[in-house]
């Protein structure tokens, strides 16, 4: 079995996500052989774990770091691991409590904290964390090369 990974350290600003996710899709264009709508599903799985890791997380305090981890096991599953410092929080509270859009709902009362783990959970396998809450990890499989022409 073949185990491939990256891992990056930044300190929470939001400015660094675009430099990390700019890294971290080289790091699968390198290692797989990945669609690119494909890589499009990755980019908004990195961009949003990285971005609620600095806000929510860390609360956009430049003194706190986010930790990642990316693998790609036998070019077939890939993972992403994104650890930050904050007091963290519960999924499936969040997951519960996540109403999507109904056109009976007014504008103004939306739920909006959540939809972007919603996103997340949508285009993977598994998301799950820690028991703290400050750490996700998102697991994906890869779409066979001659399954992404179909």
Known sequence: ???????????????????VEKEILSFLT?????SADELLEFKLIVNELLINAVVHGNKEDSSKSVKVKVGVVDKKLSYIVVEDEGEGFDIDRVFKEYTPYDEKDEIEDLYEFGRGLMIVASLCEKVKQNQKGNKIVAVRRLKKEEDCYV
């Open 30 to 34: 390198r290692e797989t052989n990945i």
């Open 1 to 19: 079995m073949e185990n491939k990974f990256l891992q990056l350290v930044f300190t929470s600003n939001l400015q660094l996500v675009k430099v």
